[in-house]
């Protein structure tokens, strides 16, 4: 069985190092990744997973060490609804919301 | 408190459990101190969820539509509004992945395993040549070298058995073999049995097992034979992902249609009209 998120999870949290998890927890429309699609962004950059790729995910990664910062979960609305053109390559026609917390020891 | 989910949940996934991870999203008036809070959720109802979402009265609505979202193994987002305040919480259910059998370790079974281990499929491989089922071949495969009706019906007798999470494909390097193994299984209630063989053979094949063996023919209806999604494979390879494009159809309940829908329709029109023969 290939690894879980949360065997990752575990293993960054045995290493001391803090993490944010992105998760899929609603779509309208048509969306590169399914609602429990998930990702942890990594302080560093070694980001584990995706929750769909491109500038969505961009935004997702963003949150992610903004959560980081100052601990509070938050709800993001990724917008992949733009006009098709040569500059917004990943348009999917949809949008999604996706959860973004911190797994730590307080909550 | 999270740490001891995270254990848990880990524990569970390792052991193959099914268990609802339960986070609340949103939550503003009185709820608000609750947002991130986390528990698990059992299948077993006398087991006590670990954690709490700090929702107070709340709790037993939340944990009962949970529930419900865990017996059918679904993601779901829920949403309550009280006078409270409002709160969302996100079900997340970590399912056992799916299994796939694939009876026969040849040049098919070697691609397959490769691709439904990609596509996050517990595999095991059974063949009776050991020369063929031996795990550097199937590096990400459970491999088993014995007889195929044997070993299949060991597999049945494990825990509950083959069941909904369960699929087999055949691809012995004889019909015989298939059948064998088809007989052993055909009761099960699995949710995918494909066979390989080509339209002609495989029509001929359920008619003598239904002359010879008296079994009702509408057994059959459910078995993937010829196998797999009409993508015009060619090679060993091709034959594998069109197989496997089949059984994530069947999975996610998609609209292609496959190879042996044509036999399964002939095969009903048929016994229609045998019904209705005066």
Known sequence: ?107 | MSDRILDQLVDAIERRQTAALLTVTAADGDYAPCLGRRCLLWPDAEREPAGDLGLGALAHNVLADAREALEVREHRLLSYSRPEGTVAVFVEVQAQPPHLIIAGAGHIAAPLAAIAHTCDFQVTVLDDRPQYARPERFPHARVIAGPFREELRALRGQGPGLGENDYIVLVTRGHQHDIDCLLEVLDDPLAYIGMIGSRRRVHAVFELLEREQGIPAAKFDRVHAPIGLDIGARTPAEIAVCIMAEIINVQRGGPAESLSEQIRRARQARRERAANRP
């Open chain 1, 1 to 107: 069985m290939p690894a879980s998120i949360y065997h990752e999870l575990k293993k960054l949290r045995a290493a001391g190092l803090p993490a944010a998890v992105a998760t899929i927890v609603e779509v309208k429309g048509s969306v590169p990744r399914e609602v429990g699609a998930k990702m942890i962004i990594h302080p560093y950059g070694k980001h584990i997973g995706t929750v769909g790729g491109g500038c969505g995910e961009a935004e997702v990664i963003r949150a992610g060490l903004d959560v980081l910062q100052d601990g509070r979960p938050r709800n993001i609305q990724v917008d992949l609804t733009e006009e098709i053109s040569m500059q917004s390559l990943g348009v999917c026609g949809g949008t999604m919301t996706v959860f973004v917390e911190a797994w730590q020891e307080s909550s």
